[in-house]
């Protein structure tokens, strides 16, 4: 895990810096704030909320870049957005990840789909635990499964969902490592997580389809921490 970050700290110091402009936030998280990379529009860059202690912050984004590598690495095909490496910028060190887009070059949440009526409760559901299963296939250990965290990816009518959030674990260790060497722990650990959140996310999405406004939107970055209209852990 140790040459993990060097390799890590290596990526930032021998790359360009990048400019943000805060125009261009396109979501947030309790302790991470995802940037439009205006130079590549195929491309997002997370950016830590306190650049001053980046490496806790990214404690999350250090380990979907390890499970990201490792699946490279080894050609497995995977419905997470992809981490590209690391690269400096005005706000601090940062992660690039493919942007996942519809066939109208937007990033459409399942929240907003099941706002929309596009998608009902059941049918979200059903979407998620398709992407659990292909999980198991893959070895993946995923652990947040909130709301925001899928993306529709093509053409609406395939309804494919892709994570691009919270697939690995929340801090790059040992155990993060050794859940990767077995599917049974990485299938045992994914299904877990799912299970424990699952009615919440449930109660969730059925607030976002019924058109309850409190719900229409991810948590406002003030209320972050309270949770109100996500299912954070």
Known sequence: MYNS????????????KIILNDDNILSYGSNRICYLDESNPSKLIKIARHPESWIK??????????????LATREIDCRISHCQGWVRTNKGPGLVVDRIVDDHGQSVTLRKLLFSRELNVEQALCLVENIICDFSISGIPASDFNIDNFVIEGEHINKKLIMIDGFSPKNLNL??????KSKVLSNYYTKRKWHRIKSRFTYCAQKVYAG?????????LNDISNGSSGIQQ
């Open 5 to 16: 970050l060097k390799t890590i700290k290596r990526q930032i110091k021998n790359s360009e």
């Open 57 to 70: 912050d990214h404690r999350q984004s250090f380990s979907e870049w390890y499970i990201s590598t490792y």
């Open 175 to 180: 155990k993060t490592h050794l859940l990767l």
């Open 212 to 220: 309850d406004y409190l719900f229409a939107a991810a948590t406002p």
